[in-house]
């Protein structure tokens, strides 16, 4: 064992459908914690970006229309939670996904000195609020700003604050995208929260409600001795 795997504060689990804002709560509670929020999916664009063995590997799997495996995200992990920075605790945010990277970090966990299972928290949201968030998303065509017609709209109507070019919606985030997205997100996380509430360290945080609201129940959720 290195001495960055000693004296672990904690391992944080942010779970939650898209939609769920999982992503900003996960940045700003890290922040606040002094943690690092490790989001797989810019673990993923790092090691694709900077050509890493293991970032080749996945995007052969993506280029050939795959998932990528299992072992490979892992391994990503794996990689990432040896930094020093990770020593003292981390928050993970789209990992893991699947019973067996639950199993992976689990193992990993239990080699870290001092250090429990990870506290998981789910971030759920209905329907309803779901297709407020994601349908009233928009995209600058030129630079690639993203808006939100509800949360962070436009000066003005539609058109890109940066150079006025008319914003569009990224089929994606039509209503029957979403409904398939969620569909295919809950068949695939039901059984890592079933998984995750029998190990007792599980909490349903309501993400139907503003920003702030979620933060400040993360944070009483999170707080020590609670
Ligand atoms: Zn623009």
């Known amino acids: 064992m290195s001495r960055t795997e000693r004296n672990c504060a904690g391992a944080i689990v942010f779970l939650g459908p898209p939609g769920a804002g999982k992503g900003t709560q996960a940045r700003l509670v890290a922040r606040q914690l002094g943690i690092p929020h490790i989001s797989s999916g810019d673990l993923f664009r790092e090691n694709v970006e900077k050509q890493t063995p293991l970032g080749l590997a996945a995007r052969s799997f993506m280029e050939r229309g795959e998932l990528v495996r299992d072992e490979l995200v892992n391994e990503m992990v794996r990689k990432r939670l040896g930094e020093p920075d990770c ?113 007792g360290r599980f909490y349903e945080v309501n993400a139907d409600r503003s920003l702030e609201q979620i933060t400040e129940e993360l944070f009483r959720v999170l707080s020590p001795g609670s």
């Open 87 to 199: 020593e003292w605790g981390f928050l993970l945010d789209g990992y893991p996904r699947t019973l067996e990277q639950a199993e992976t970090l689990k193992g990993l966990l239990q080699k870290r000195e001092g250090c429990g299972p990870p506290v998981v928290v789910n971030l759920g949201v209905s329907y309803t609020v779901i297709v407020q968030r994601l349908g009233g998303r928009r995209i600058c065509p030129v630079c690639q700003r993203t808006y939100n017609l509800i949360s962070q709209p436009p000066s003005n109507d539609n058109v890109c604050d940066d150079d006025g070019a008319a914003l569009q919606q990224r089929p994606d985030d039509r209503e029957e995208a979403i409904r398939e997205r969620l569909a295919a997100h809950e068949a695939r996380t039901a059984p890592l929260i079933e998984h995750y509430k029998a190990g």
